[in-house]
C-alpha cells in the first residue's frame, strides 16, 4: 500500500497541470498519509517517533540550507548584484552563450554544491536572457551541468559527501575517477542543445531595477562578493567545525543582514526597504520549499519501511552485474531521491568486500549525482530551478529528459571503460 500510494503521489506530482493541482499539494498530502499508513501499521510507538524525528532532521536541515541559499540569492538580486557578472558577458549568440553557462555551471558546481550553483546561475540567466522559452532551455543544461559538476567532487553532491563521509571514496581518487565521466556528460546535452539553439541573437529582458532603488558599483560588488563567499566558505565550516552546513548558512545570512543594515544605515526606510535581507525573506519561493518538505518526507517512508533496501537486494540477487546495478539506481535516481538509495546501498555493500575508491563506489558517486539530471524533480538541482523558473514536469520530460539520459549513458559508458583500462 505504501509503494502504491507513493506511485499514485509522483504521478499526481507529474501531472500537475493537468490535473490543476499544485505539485506542493500533492507532495504534502501524499508525506501526510503515507507517514499515517506507516504509523497505522506500526507496533512500536516510541521507535516510529524516532523515524520521524530523524526523517524531520534530516529534512530540516536540507530546508534550512535551501531558505538560506535563496535568500542569500534574493539579496544579491535586490542590489543588482548579478549585473556585476553580466556585464562581462558580451556575446550576443544564443549557443555561444549557452557553453558560456554551462561550463561555467560545471565547475562552480564542483566548488559550491549543485542545489545552490543551480540557484545561482538561474537567478543569472533570468537576467540575460527575456524569451521564456530561451530560460527554460537554459534552466534544463543549468541543472544537468550542476549535477555532473557536484558528482566528481566531495562537496559538489550530498551523495558523494554520504560516500566521502562513509569512507567509501577519498577525495582525490574520485576527482581523478569521476571527472572525465562527468564532463562528458554534460558536453554531450550541452551540444546538442546548443545546436538546437541554433544561431539566434541573445533576447536580452529591458533593464530592470527590482528593488526600485540604485545601487553603487561597490555596493553590489560588496554584497556579490559576500553572499558568494558565503556559499563557498559553508564547506570549509562544516569541515572545521564539523557541524551541518545549515549551520555555516545561517551564520552566514547573519553576517550579510549586519553587513546590509550597516551599509544602509544612512538611507531613508523607503529606500532601503526593498535591499535588506528581510525583505528577500518574503521573496524566496516559499511554495518551492514546501515541495521540497512533502518529497521528502514521503520518501522517508520508502526508507523506514525498507522497501529501497528490498529493491535493492533484488537487484544484487536477481541482476548481479555490479555496473548494471549501479546504473539502474542512477536511473531509479531520477524518480527516488538518490539519498536514501546511496544510503541503502552503502548498508547493504560491506567496506570489507568493496574497499574505499573501488569500482562500486566511484562509479555510485557518478550514477547516483547525475541520473537524478533525467526528470525535473530527480535532484535537488531541478527541484529549485522547477521552483525558481515554474518549470513545468512534462515539458522537461520532452525537452529535457532525453538529453541528460544521452549523457548520463555516455558518461557511464567513459567511466566504465576508463576504470577497466586503468585496471
Known amino acids: 500500500m505504501i509503494a502504491l500510494l507513493f506511485v499514485i503521489t509522483y504521478a499526481a506530482i507529474a501531472l500537475e497541470h493537468p490535473l490543476g493541482v499544485n505539485k506542493s499539494a500533492s507532495a504534502l498530502l501524499g508525506a501526510g498519509v503515507l507517514w499515517t499508513l506507516f504509523a497505522l501499521g506500526a507496533t512500536d510507538a516510541p521507535l516510529l517517533n524516532t523515524q520521524l524525528a530523524e526523517s524531520v532532521l534530516g529534512t530540516a536541515q536540507i530546508v534550512f540550507f535551501l531558505i538560506g541559499a535563496m535568500t542569500i540569492v534574493e539579496v544579491i538580486d535586490a542590489h543588482n548584484g548579478f549585473e556585476v557578472l553580466t556585464r562581462h558577458i558580451s556575446t550576443n549568440r544564443l549557443p555561444v552563450l549557452m557553453w558560456m553557462i554551462g561550463v561555467a555551471t560545471f565547475f562552480l558546481s564542483a566548488i559550491l554544491d549543485n542545489l545552490t550553483t543551480t540557484i545561482v546561475m538561474v537567478s543569472l540567466v533570468k537576467r540575460l ?6 530560460r527554460l532551455l537554459f534552466a534544463g543544461i543549468i541543472v544537468i551541468a550542476a549535477n555532473a559538476g557536484g558528482a566528481w567532487t566531495p562537496i559538489g553532491d550530498v551523495t558523494t559527501t554520504m560516500l566521502w563521509i562513509g569512507g567509501q ?14 564532463i562528458v556528460n554534460l558536453l554531450v546535452p550541452l551540444t546538442a542543445a546548443a545546436w538546437m539553439a541554433g544561431g539566434r541573437a541573445v533576447l536580452a529582458p529591458p533593464p530592470t531595477q527590482s528593488s526600485g532603488v540604485s545601487t553603487t558599483l561597490a555596493e553590489q560588488t560588496v554584497v556579490l562578493v559576500l553572499g558568494l563567499g558565503v556559499l563557498v566558505l559553508v564547506p570549509v565550516f562544516k ?10 548558512i545561517l551564520l552566514g545570512l547573519g553576517i550579510l543582514w549586519l553587513v546590509g543594515d550597516l551599509m544602509h544605515r544612512q538611507k531613508d526606510e523607503a529606500d532601503k526597504q526593498n535591499l535588506t535581507l528581510a525583505s528577500a525573506l518574503g521573496r524566496i519561493d516559499m511554495s518551492a520549499i514546501v515541495f521540497f518538505i512533502g518529497i521528502l518526507l514521503a520518501v522517508a517512508v520508502l526508507e523506514h519501511t525498507h522497501i529501497l533496501s528490498s529493491v ?8 548481479g552485474r555490479q555496473d548494471l546495478i549501479v546504473l539502474i539506481i542512477g536511473l531509479v535516481s531520477a524518480v527516488v531521491d538518490n539519498v536514501p538509495l546511496v544510503a541503502a546501498s552503502m548498508g547493504m555493500y560491506d567496506l ?5 575508491d573501488s569500482f562500486l563506489w566511484e562509479f555510485m558517486a557518478y550514477c547516483a549525482g547525475t541520473g537524478g539530471s533525467i526528470l525535473i524533480i530527480g535532484s535537488a538541482a531541478g527541484v529549485a530551478a522547477m521552483g525558481l523558473e515554474r518549470i513545468d514536469f512534462l515539458w522537461y520530460l520532452r525537452k529535457i529528459s532525453a538529453l541528460a539520459l544521452a549523457g548520463y549513458l555516455a558518461g557511464a559508458a567513459v567511466y566504465v571503460l576508463q576504470f577497466h583500462s586503468m585496471h
Not at 536572457?129 to 530561451?134: I, K, N, P, V
Not at 569541515?239 to 555555516?248: I, K, R, S, Y
Not at 570489507?352 to 574505499?356: F, G
Open 312 to 319: 535493492a537486494q533484488w537487484m544484487d540477487e536477481h541482476i
Open 239 to 248: 569541515a572545521v567545525t564539523h557541524l551541518p552546513p545549515f549551520m555555516g
Open 352 to 356: 570489507a568486500q568493496y574497499p574505499p
Open 129 to 134: 536572457l527575456d524569451a521564456r522559452e530561451d
Open 169 to 182: 571514496i577519498t577525495s582525490l581518487a574520485v576527482m581523478q575517477g569521476v571527472f572525465l565521466a562527468s
